[in-house]
């Protein structure tokens, strides 16, 4: 493909990169660019001047630049063992999705049996935007409902949303309604009611919708008496051979947090110094508190997963930041992802934390086990070590805000070292 300099200068720079992602897809790096140079690009420290474009030009066909310039690239010849060509794959093929079901609409069924089987068992994430909720809050005035109402289901919706940073999944939701249960059984009933209605209404998404069950204000959770076994969970927790899940299991049975908490945690969050976990955001609706890590725990976040977490942002650094140009709707700059204790998809480390527990306890156990057993076996653990009642509540972040700020000033018999000497006497211990 051969263009005159002048043309050349007319390439934006969109287009330049929607050149180079198409050709790295395919392995197709032109000999007289240099292996350096096109890693430097590929990390984004580097643009794609006129010398460059050029060489790259002159591995595409006059077919190949044209599709790339309306965006319009076939998968035919797209290597999907990358990231950009499996992203170019699946958008062409979405496309050719389409077409076919307008030119024959009578397929729609066949297309959703053949392709339902697959997606419902895949990790299934949405991400909520303003124009979702939007749209929500134009629903519920067409519905006629009172001012009250509109208000209160909107008033749940928007905080389950920002607890989970505006992404639903199956297993977040479940995990996040039973976590909200235990605290109030009636706002948990208000909240699971608002976002059954906004999935249903809004996001028309089947898989999240039956993902969980209005709760019964008067109903009590029944947690399996295996996940109440501290020689259960070590051996769960021995089996899990993904690092970050063992990190994940592991603070969570260590410290009974809900596990929305743990999981949203930064890394300055946490003092190994000191050996303290702590929130510092007080708010009328959200707890703020502080815990403990082992000694044995320290060491092996700081010797084993750290240094697997650095590498593994070393190594996706560059896809993720990729993922965030193509995503309109992310809502997490790369700053802010490499700043989390876990930047892993919660879905993944779940799924391994299951695989672990289906070899120890069988599939059925594993189906059902949801991240928040972990949070009532350190409860029932230090009940029954006979541990103060006051201090669990407070460590667990069941203490309402007031009574944190208290703690934190100074103003009772509980100083920050009683608080340790309890944990350290009676918290379970996985290592």
Not at 163 to 180: M, Q
Not at 303 to 312: A, G, K, M, S, T
């Amino acid at each position: 493909m051969f263009l005159s300099d002048e043309e050349i200068k007319q390439i934006d720079k969109e287009v330049r990169r929607r050149i180079f992602e198409y050709l790295d897809s395919q392995n197709r790096k032109p000999e007289e660019i240099d292996r350096s140079t096109w890693y430097r690009i590929k990390k984004n420290e580097r643009g794609i001047g006129d010398e460059t474009l050029k060489k790259m030009l002159s591995e595409l066909t006059p077919e190949e630049f044209a599709n790339i310039l309306t965006g319009d690239v076939s998968n035919n010849n797209v290597r999907i063992d990358t990231l950009n060509g499996a992203i170019l794959y699946i958008n062409d093929s979405v496309k050719k999705f389409k077409q076919i079901i307008e030119k024959f609409p009578e397929l729609s069924s066949y297309l959703v049996d053949q392709l339902m089987p697959f997606i419902s068992g895949l990790s299934h994430e949405v991400i909520i935007t303003q124009d979702h909720i939007k749209k929500f809050e134009t629903i519920l005035k067409q519905r006629s409902l009172s001012r009250g109402t509109v208000k209160n289901h909107l008033f749940y919706l928007k905080r389950i949303l920002k607890d989970l940073n505006y992404r639903l999944s199956s297993d977040t939701i479940a995990e996040y309604i039973v976590s909200l249960k235990e605290e109030n059984a009636n706002i948990a009933l208000l909240t699971s009611e608002a976002l059954k209605l906004f999935i249903k209404e809004v996001l028309k998404d089947r898989l999240l919708y039956d993902a969980f069950k209005t709760p019964m204000v008067n109903a009590k959770r029944r947690i399996p008496n295996e996940f109440l076994n501290l020689d259960i969970i070590k051996k769960i927790f021995n089996n899990i051979t993904y690092i970050p899940s063992r990190a994940l299991f592991l603070l969570l049975a260590e410290t009974g947090w809900r596990p929305n908490e743990i999981y949203n945690l930064k890394l300055n969050n946490i003092d190994f110094e000191t050996r303290i976990i702590h929130l510092e955001k007080v708010t009328r609706t959200k707890r703020a508190y502080i815990t403990f890590l082992h000694e044995e725990t320290e060491k092996w976040l700081k010797d084993v997963y750290l240094p697997y977490r650095e590498e593994f942002i070393s190594k996706y650094e560059s896809s993720i930041k990729t993922l965030i140009k193509i995503d309109v709707n992310h809502k997490q700059s790369i700053d802010e992802w490499k700043a989390r204790l876990f930047p892993f998809a919660i879905d993944n480390l779940r799924s391994k934390i299951r695989e672990s527990i289906a070899k120890i306890l069988g599939e059925e156990l594993a189906k059902n086990f949801t991240l928040y057993y972990l949070r009532h076996f350190w409860s029932t653990y230090m009940r029954r070590q006979n541990a103060p009642a006051d201090i669990v509540n407070l460590l667990q972040g069941r203490a309402p805000p007031r009574e944190f700020k208290i703690l934190v000033e100074g103003y009772t018999h509980y100083s920050l070292e009683d608080l340790r000497k309890v944990y350290e006497k009676y918290a379970p211990r996985l290592l």
